[in-house]
């Protein structure tokens, strides 16, 4: 899952998208069931720097859960 918010981040090219974007990508049918799992690996993600998730244009707390609409944005390369 890491990869796929990663991809759809590099595909996105700086444009932000939301979590479940991504799992309707991948399970455009059955996407609702992989939220959990795109959340997980969305904050992972946050956790090593390699995204921003943002709320309402706030970067969210790493530490806090998500109950609300987020958006993921990929973070630019600085090497």
Same mark, same amino acid.
Request: proline fraction near 5%.
């Given at each position: 899952? !890491?990869?796929a918010i990663l !991809?759809?981040?590099?595909? %996105? +090219?700086?444009?932000?998208f939301l979590p479940s974007d =991504?799992?309707?990508? $991948?399970?455009?049918?059955?996407?609702?069931?992989? $939220?959990? !799992? =795109?959340l997980? +690996?969305?904050?992972? @993600?946050y956790k090593a720097e390699k995204i921003l998730i943002t709320q309402n244009g706030i970067p969210v707390d790493p530490k806090e859960k998500i109950i609300d609409s987020v958006q $993921?944005? @990929? %973070? +630019? %390369?600085?090497?």
């Open positions: 899952m !890491e990869t !991809e759809m981040g590099r595909m %996105k +090219a700086g444009s932000s =991504v799992v309707k990508w $991948i399970y455009p049918q059955d996407w609702k069931h992989f $939220i959990p !799992e =795109v997980d +690996a969305m904050m992972s @993600l $993921i944005t @990929l %973070k +630019a %390369k600085t090497n």
